[in-house]
């Protein structure tokens, strides 16, 4: 292995992420289980055009009858993310969120990498159910998009003299390796 592969598998390795090479590819696939369920991921490096692509893929495919739905939903999801997009393949139904990355005439750092990941798995795990209500049931992707996207009523903005680093608030990081988990258990958790 050599180049942005070589870093990515280092990142992997050093956040104990369990993961597979595919055979001849820059490619890995792993899993996540986010809040509303579990996800296919993937890691794919491109050396010589110097990127490096994430992309999480929904667990079910839209049905033919709820196509336009689902593109009318991811429409209006795109509208606005500064990093990455979902994409809907028209063929399968197959929908999938992609962040990527050109690094030519820079260096791969962890921290990039770990940046690109956690905006992909953030932003697909926000929108997982309401993806799977839009699928699965009959509201509008319009309404499902406005409860998703509106900040909640109840939240309160800080006192002045509150500092937002306050130590005894912190909470574990979403992206810490569980170290409850089972051995056999194959998918990074929140």
Same mark, same amino acid.
């Given at each position: *292995?050599?180049?942005?592969?070589?870093?990515?598998?280092? =990142? +992997?390795?050093?956040?104990?992420?369990? =993961?597979?090479?595919?055979?001849?590819?820059?490619?890995?696939?792993?899993?996540?289980?986010? &809040?509303?369920? &579990?996800?296919?991921? =993937?890691?794919?490096?491109?050396? #010589?055009?110097?990127?490096?692509?994430? =992309?999480?893929? *929904?667990?079910?495919?839209?049905?033919?009858?709820?196509? #336009?739905?689902? #593109?009318?939903?991811?429409?209006? %999801?795109?509208?606005? *993310?500064?990093?990455?997009?979902?994409?809907?393949?028209?063929?399968?139904?197959?929908?999938?969120?992609?962040?990527?990355?050109?690094?030519?005439?820079?260096?791969?750092?962890?921290?990039?990498?770990?940046?690109?990941?956690? %905006?992909?798995?953030?932003?697909?795990?926000?929108?997982? #159910?309401? *993806? +799977?209500?839009?699928?699965?049931?009959?509201?509008?992707?319009?309404?499902?998009?406005?409860?998703?996207?509106?900040?909640?009523?109840?939240?309160?903005?800080?006192?002045?003299?509150?500092?937002?680093?306050?130590?005894?608030?912190?909470?574990?990081?979403?992206?810490?390796?569980?170290?409850?988990?089972?051995?056999?258990?194959?998918?990074?958790?929140?």
């Amino acid at each position: *292995m050599t180049g942005l592969f070589s870093e990515l598998i280092d =990142y +992997m390795e050093e956040e104990e992420w369990k =993961y597979e090479i595919l055979e001849g590819e820059t490619i890995i696939r792993f899993h996540f289980k986010g &809040r509303s369920g &579990r996800l296919l991921c =993937y890691g794919e490096v491109d050396e #010589a055009k110097h990127w490096l692509i994430f =992309y999480s893929y *929904m667990p079910v495919n839209a049905s033919s009858d709820k196509m #336009a739905q689902v #593109a009318e939903f991811i429409t209006r %999801a795109n509208r606005g *993310m500064r990093i990455g997009n979902f994409e809907l393949d028209f063929d399968d139904g197959e929908v999938r969120y992609k962040t990527s990355l050109d690094i030519e005439g820079g260096d791969l750092t962890s921290k990039m990498i770990d940046n690109l990941l956690r %905006a992909n798995l953030t932003t697909i795990d926000r929108y997982f #159910a309401g *993806m +799977m209500e839009l699928i699965y049931g009959e509201k509008s992707p319009v309404d499902i998009i406005r409860r998703i996207e509106t900040p909640p009523d109840d939240l309160e903005p800080l006192d002045a003299d509150e500092s937002e680093f306050d130590d005894e608030d912190d909470e574990e990081l979403p992206f810490a390796p569980d170290e409850d988990d089972d051995e056999e258990d194959s998918e990074k958790r929140f």
